[in-house]
C-alpha cells in the first residue's frame, strides 16, 4: 500500500465569476495549491464543509474539470486532455444521488453497460455476460437487468451505480457521498458492501464523506480541506484521537450522538464560513479559530509534519489535547 497510484501537486482551481455588465469579474479559488497522494489499495477520505473544494477535486481527477495550475499524476503518469479516454478506464465515479445520476430512459442492463460500450470492450454477448457478473456482485438480482430505475428504491439504484463503477475493472473509485440521500439502514448496507469490494476487488477509494462516523469506519488516512486548502492529514487512528488542527478538532465535535441529554454539540465554531470569493488573509481559518493570534492573520501556514500526518497551522494542538 506503499505505491502512490494518484497525486496531486501543486493543484489550483479558480473560477471566473461574472458580477455583472459594468463590474469586474471576481475569481473564485475552489482548491488552492493541494498536494495529496492516494496510496494503491488504500481508502483516504476527504472530509471538510460544503463549499470546501472536495467535489472539485473528485471532477479533476475524473477529467470532467482541467486544473487552473499543477499536476494530476495516475501512476506517475500526468493526467491531461490527450490520456483522458485511457485514464477513464481505470478511475471510475460513484456519484452522491442514484435518484439523478442514472439515466431514466434506459434499463439497468443498458446503464451498466455503458462504459463497456463507450470503450468498445467485448461483443454484445460479452457486455451482457459481464452485466450480469457485476449485478451478482453488487447483490442485485438477474431479473433487475430488464428494469428502469424508477422501478427501483434508492439502495438499489446505487448498487446499479456501483455495478457501472467496477464493469470497467478500475484501479481507483472516487465516491462522492455516496450514501447521504439513502436512509440510514440502507446506508450501512451500501458501506459494507464497498467495503467488500474494496477486499475482493483490490480497490483504491477516495472517499468524500461529510458523516465522521462512515470515514472513521471505512478510512485507512483523513484529509481535511478547509476553504480549498488542506489542513491536516493523518491516518484514521491518529487524527481521531489526536486532531492536530483546531478545524479538525471543530468537525470531531460537532458529530451527533444519540447519548441522550447531550443535546446538539457546540463545535465552538466562531463566525460563520467565509466568502470564497474573498477570503480572508493568512490562514483562512483565523476568523473563525479560538486560537488565532496576529501571525495567523498575516501568515499562510505551511505544511508541517506530525506523527501521524502533517498539519498547516502556526499553533497546531498538542497530541493528547481533548477533541
Known amino acids: 500500500m506503499d505505491k502512490a497510484v494518484l497525486e496531486l501537486r501543486g493543484v489550483r482551481k479558480v473560477y471566473p465569476i461574472s458580477r455583472g455588465m459594468f463590474a469586474k ?8 495549491g493541494v498536494d495529496l497522494t492516494i ?82 470492450i467485448g461483443t454484445p454477448e460479452e457486455r451482457r455476460a459481464r452485466v450480469a457478473e457485476m449485478l451478482d456482485v453488487v447483490g442485485l438480482a438477474r431479473r433487475h ?45 451500501i458501506l459494507n458492501l464497498l467495503v467488500t469490494l474494496r477486499r475482493e476487488f ?18 485507512d488516512r483523513v484529509a481535511v480541506m478547509y476553504l480549498g486548502r488542506l ?4 491516518d484514521r487512528a491518529s487524527l481521531f484521537a489526536h486532531p492536530r488542527h483546531a478545524y479538525t478538532r471543530a468537525l470531531l465535535a460537532s458529530v451527533l450522538t444519540p447519548e441522550p441529554g447531550l443535546g446538539v454539540p457546540d463545535p465552538g465554531l466562531g463566525g ?12 483562512s481559518f483565523h476568523p473563525r479559530c479560538t486560537l488565532a493570534a496576529e501571525r495567523c492573520r498575516i501568515e499562510v501556514p505551511q505544511p508541517t509534519g506530525t506523527p501521524g500526518g502533517t498539519v498547516s497551522c502556526h499553533f497546531p494542538l498538542e497530541q493528547g489535547s481533548a477533541p
Open 39 to 120: 496510496r494503491r489499495g488504500e481508502t483516504l477520505a476527504l472530509v471538510g464543509e460544503s463549499g470546501s473544494g472536495k467535489t472539485t477535486i473528485a471532477r479533476m481527477l475524473l477529467g470532467l474539470l482541467a486544473p487552473t495550475a499543477g499536476q494530476i499524476l495516475v501512476d506517475g503518469e500526468v493526467l491531461d486532455a490527450s490520456r483522458r479516454r485511457a485514464m477513464a478506464r481505470r478511475i471510475q465515479p460513484i456519484f452522491q444521488d442514484p435518484y439523478s445520476s442514472l439515466n431514466p430512459r434506459k434499463t439497468v442492463s443498458q446503464i451498466v453497460a455503458l462504459p463497456l460500450v463507450v470503450h468498445g
Open 202 to 219: 483490490g480497490l483504491t477509494y477516495l472517499f468524500i464523506s461529510h458523516n465522521l462516523a462512515v470515514v472513521e469506519h471505512l478510512a
Open 145 to 189: 437487468a430488464d428494469a428502469y430505475p424508477n422501478q427501483m428504491s434508492g439502495g438499489q439504484r446505487q448498487r446499479v451505480a456501483i455495478a457501472r463503477a467496477l464493469v470497467m475493472r478500475p484501479d481507483v473509485v472516487i465516491c462522492d457521498e455516496p450514501t447521504s440521500a439513502l436512509d440510514v439502514s440502507v446506508q450501512a448496507q
Open 25 to 32: 469579474p471576481a475569481s473564485l479559488v475552489a482548491v488552492d
Open 272 to 283: 460563520s464560513f467565509p466568502n470564497p470569493i474573498s477570503p480572508p488573509p493568512g490562514c
Open 231 to 234: 489542513v491536516e492529514q493523518a
